[in-house]
């Protein structure tokens, strides 16, 4: 079975892809490559730019399936689901990709349902055994890695943002763009409002190439602000532990953990949070871990690559100036 | 008003887990075993409906699991935080069943119970897929919505008001019951049983299903779609720097390191 990867396209709602569609196509056209078949971009959006094409057929997907729809917006798996499983009935695409996002990971686990496939959520990485794909996922809070491979229908798949190599941009390339249309689907579910989160001017967490995070030992609200400030300067989001998060500090939507968001950035920096287990959970395939806490003895420093023993008061707002003097 | 929760039963987070000798599975000596936390906060807003909505509505919360006889604990618990009743599917053909294949038996009890309201987590904390509760509602073609921090079940039950968490916001949408909708943190605080509970909880029926009983349910195939080839330990962090001393000092070196040596900026 040849077959083409689909990469679903995540977008920022202005019609343009997102990074991690740049990561989705990267790895695609990796695993392609070795076991054949073409890459191909599959977007649903309401609004679609020219650019935003041309920038999919830069990363290399080969071919575009565009539904551009207002009916799609917001993302409402009754209208999603049906629109791509009766493209992949025809069509029949080897694998179908998304991102672990909050409306990818339900789109894919209802089409999966759909095409009676399996589904892979939450990938670190790929590889091939005895010609077949297999998938590699954290199980248990990212304690344990558990390795899958699917048994029937295509590869369905969503993909860890900041873990896979990005696909090169490469100029000149014509998006070659199949058009589709909905088809008459009256959608039960009625989209009310969007509440938009207050604009911090900082990264989303997921997204983030560096996060800086908080826990108990910021000992109150209002000092996140210390950590703002070393965002701000690194264009990194900020985080939080549960213990932040529990004790009204910050929002649910900033914890970092099991019972929070999963992170990966390129680089951690934990400020007086210990380590516990659930939160390791969170953030632990980071690529580089920072720790700054008093105890020497917590163990987040039995994680971190580099460990600073000392009073975050103190060592933040330094670590805030030496970086401030580097993008000078 | 009928609510099914459907829970399952997970290694407590703090647990220590290992690769069993069957590399597919864990080794389960001494693992405390817990109700996933994002299903207590699907029972607990369960719970909560059915307590706005008073005693005149005769509503039932009904929790469901499907796993070995152990996971009759959680059904347990599930009874002891106010579930009137409980469905345990019990059956060694489910031994491991992949996401889709509980997905359709889970479905199978839904069509059977016909309730007005599936309430699940947002994803177990055992094989963290986050799939099973809009697989149930793909399976029965209801409308899903996930990551639910907050909902209001209209006064007639006809729909429900949910707000769904997603990256940058909250998206708001009113649907159609039946649905199912999936609990993320941050909705409610769950309640601990209380003695009078958990004596209540002995009394309280918990009705086993095997698979045969699911056939009127229209149980799909129970073929994996999915399979594990093998769990393994996380590779080894290589050991870490730890600085002391001076905070300048500290602060200097670690900026320099990131830049020079690891270039992380
Ligand atoms: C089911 C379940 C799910 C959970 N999910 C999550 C989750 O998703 N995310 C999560 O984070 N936790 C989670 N937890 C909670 C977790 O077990 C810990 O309680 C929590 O992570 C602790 O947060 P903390 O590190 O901020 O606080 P603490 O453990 O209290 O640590 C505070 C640290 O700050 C240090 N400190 C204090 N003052 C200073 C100072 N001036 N300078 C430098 N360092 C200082 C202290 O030495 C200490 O190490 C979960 C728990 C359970 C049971
Ligand atoms: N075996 C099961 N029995 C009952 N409910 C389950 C089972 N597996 C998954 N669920 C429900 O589906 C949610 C998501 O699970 P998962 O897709 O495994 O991450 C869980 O939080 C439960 O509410």
């Known amino acids: 079975m040849a077959g083409a990867f689909w990469c679903v396209v995540e977008d920022d709602r202005q019609g343009q892809p997102k990074k991690v569609t740049a990561e989705l196509i990267g790895e695609a056209r990796r695993q392609a490559g070795e076991i054949g078949g073409t890459v191909e971009a599959v977007w649903l959006t309401d609004r679609a730019a020219p650019e935003g094409l041309a920038q999919l ?27 791509l499983a009766d493209l992949a009935g025809r069509e029949s695409p080897r694998a179908i990709w998304g991102a672990v996002t909050s409306r990818h990971r339900e789109l894919m686990a209802r089409l999966a349902a759909r095409l009676g496939a399996g589904l892979a959520a ?19 809070a990212g304690k344990l ?22 696909a090169e941009a490469e100029p000149g390339r014509t998006p070659v763009v199949e058009r589709q249309s909905l088809g008459t689907i009256a959608p039960a579910a ?22 800086v995070s908080g826990g108990r030992g910021l000992k109150g609200p209002e000092n996140f602000v210390l950590l703002e400030e070393l965002a701000g300067v690194l264009g990194a989001a900020v985080g939080a ?13 900033f914890q970092v953990g099991q019972t929070g968001r999963t992170i990966s950035p390129k680089l951690y920096i934990g400020c007086g949070i210990s380590g516990a287990i659930q939160h ?14 008093k105890d020497a ?14 009073d975050l008061f103190e060592v933040v707002p330094l670590l805030t100036e030496e970086f401030r003097k580097l993008k000078r | 008003m009928k609510m099914l929760v ?15 000798s069957d590399p597919r599975t864990i080794d389960q000596t001494g693992i405390t075993w817990i109700v996933s936390p994002y299903d207590e906060f699907a029972l607990e807003e369960a719970l909560r409906i059915k307590e706005k909505r008073g005693q005149g509505a005769a509503d039932e919360v009904v929790a469901v699991t499907l796993g070995p006889e152990r996971a009759k604990e959680a059904l347990r618990s599930c009874l002891a935080m106010g579930a009137d009743r409980a469905i345990h599917v019990n059956d060694p053909a489910f031994e491991g069943a992949d996401t889709l294949t509980a997905a359709r038996a889970l479905a199978a009890v839904v069509k059977l119970e016909a309730p007005q309201l599936v309430l699940s987590g947002r994803q177990a904390i055992d094989d963290d897929m986050g799939a099973t509760g809009a697989q149930v509602a793909e399976i029965l073609g209801w409308p899903c919505m996930s990551w639910i921090m907050e909902e209001a079940v209209s006064e007639d039950a006809s729909q429900v008001r949910v707000g769904r968490q997603v990256e940058g916001g909250l998206e708001v949408f009113d649907v159609p019951l039946p649905c199912v909708v999936t609990a993320q943190k941050g909705m409610n605080e769950p309640r601990y049983p209380t003695l009078k509970g958990i004596m209540g909880a002995k009394k309280k029926e918990v009705k086993e299903l095997k698979a045969a009983d699911l056939q009127a349910g229209g149980l799909g195939p129970m073929a994996p779609a999915l399979e594990v080839v093998a769990l393994e330990a996380l590779p080894p962090r290589p050991p870490g720097r730890i600085l002391t001393g001076d905070p300048k000092d500290m602060a200097r070196e670690l900026v320099r390191t990131l830049r020079e040596d690891v270039k992380a900026i």
């Open chain 1, 145 to 166: 890695l558990s390795r899958v491979r699917w048994k029937s229908g295509p590869s369905l798949a969503t993909l860890r943002p900041n873990v896979f190599k990005a």
């Open chain 1, 297 to 310: 003895d917590a163990p987040i420093f039995k994680i971190a690559d580099f460990g600073l023993v000392g």
């Open chain 1, 280 to 293: 390791l959970a969170g953030m632990r395939t980071s690529k580089v871990i920072c720790a700054v806490n």
């Open chain 2, 6 to 20: 459907l829970v399952k039963q997970v290694p407590d987070t703090a647990t220590q887990v290992k690769v069993g």
């Open chain 1, 57 to 83: 057929a830069g990363w290399g997907a080969s071919r575009i399936w565009l539904w551009e729809d207002a009916a799609l917006t917001p993302y409402r798996g009754e209208t999603w689901v049906p629109a």
């Open chain 1, 241 to 253: 532990s549960r213990a932040a998060v529990d004790a009204g500090w910050k929002p649910h939507r």
């Open chain 1, 122 to 140: 939450d990938c670190v990485a790929f590889s091939l055994a005895d010609g077949r794909l297999v998938a590699t996922r954290p199980v248990y």
């Open chain 1, 190 to 211: 009625r989209f009310v409002e969007r509440r938009e989160e207050a604009q911090t001017g900082l990264p989303e967490l997921t997204e983030a190439e560096i996060v």
